[in-house]
């Protein structure tokens, strides 16, 4: 499971939960993921695409996503995005994970790496089935 230093909350705010309404763990610093670019999959009033759910990346899903519309493959140096491979993990958009899903093409996800925040756009029964173990 990846740790990270949550110093940045702030004094006194509680802890972020996943979708199993534990802390939210890490999702990824290599790849750097989040809307933050913190690693962590967290949401704000800016994120207008809900950026909640820790993926793996899979073969199927970025082709998927490429012919979507959303290139995540293709390095893109000037915005410090390195274009995501097979195994990487990332920040996805939860209306773009439940397209995906409904597509045929969701990638696998870390549970303790969501967001509960997806919970409004993705049923927890269907972010189960598609689960994988954080580490």
Known sequence: MIDFDRSDRGPGRPPERNVLGSPLVGCS???LTGFFRDGCCR???DDAGVHTVCAVMTKEFLEFTVRAG???VTPQPQWGF???VVGDRWCLCAARWLEAA???SPPPVVLE???EKTLAIVP???LRKH???AG
Do not use: C, F, M, S
Request: hydrophobic share 35%; aromatic share 0%.
């Open 131 to 133: 689960a994988v173990q």
């Open 124 to 126: 927890l029964e269907l």
């Open 70 to 72: 959303n290139d995540l």
């Open 82 to 84: 390195p274009g995501l």
């Open 113 to 115: 790496a969501t967001h």
């Open 29 to 31: 610093r290599d790849p």
């Open 102 to 104: 409904q597509a045929g």
């Open 43 to 45: 949401t704000g009033p």
